[in-house]
Antibody
């Protein structure tokens, strides 16, 4: 069974940094692209970042570009989201998710999300 | 690429045929996915690459389109289908979502 479990969320002050982690199991980790997607409760989905199977293709949403950084550790079967210069508008549930392929083509398996609150 | 869904809200009855439209501000070829999300839950992939039915998704769900206009059709709406639906393009970064379409009980 594919499992995707986020951690690292919490309350952080504006301008500070936070690192989200995502641990996975149940599939050949090296073969798949991975994503971070966020959602303000009650609002729509916003794609944050993706990393392809070999880290050869990485992308970011316009609202986080230059502040967030995605990485993966195939040995640890984990993906990370380093979030710097956090803003109040970054407050959301952050989902880690696995694609259905090595290159982003459809987000197939989602975690339950970790809540990030940016507030003073 | 901007993705615009219509309608934003749809009221329908069990058994109705339902169509949701997703329009892209430029061509996304056929790199379009559809998701279903219920309150308090993570999204669920329904359709990939415009018309590919994800494993385990009922056959009443279908997708079509190309270029800039796409549709998700629910052939006969079931009680479990009342949810919010999102499209997402994978043609070029950033992989943008539509704003969502909420399917409500009429």
């Amino acid at each position: 069974e594919v499992q995707v479990v986020e951690s690292g969320g919490g309350l952080v002050q504006p301008g500070r940094s936070l690192r989200l982690s995502c641990a996975t199991s149940g599939f050949v980790f090296d073969d798949y692209a991975l994503h971070w997607v966020r959602q303000v409760p009650g609002k729509g989905l916003e794609w944050v970042s993706s990393i392809s199977w070999n880290s050869g293709s990485i992308g970011y949403g316009d609202s986080v570009k230059g502040r967030f950084s995605i990485s993966r550790d195939n040995a640890k079967r984990s993906v990370y989201l380093q979030m710097n210069s956090l803003r109040i508008e970054d407050t959301a549930i952050y989902y880690c998710a696995r694609d259905r392929a090595g290159w982003p083509r459809g987000i197939q398996h989602w975690g339950q999300g970790t809540l990030v609150i940016v507030s003073s | 690429i901007q993705m615009t869904q219509s309608p934003s809200t749809l009221s329908a009855s069990v058994g109705d045929r339902v169509t949701i439209t997703c329009r892209a501000s430029q061509s996304v070829n056929d790199w379009l996915a559809w998701y279903q999300q219920k309150p308090g839950k993570a999204p669920r992939l329904l359709i990939y690459r415009t018309s590919g039915l994800e494993r385990g998704v009922p056959s009443r769900f279908s997708g079509s389109g190309s270029g800039t206009e796409f549709t998700l059709t629910i052939g006969s709406l079931q009680p479990d289908d009342f949810a919010t639906y999102y499209c997402q393009q994978f043609d070029s970064y950033p992989w943008t979502f539509g704003q969502g379409t909420k399917v409500e009980i009429k």
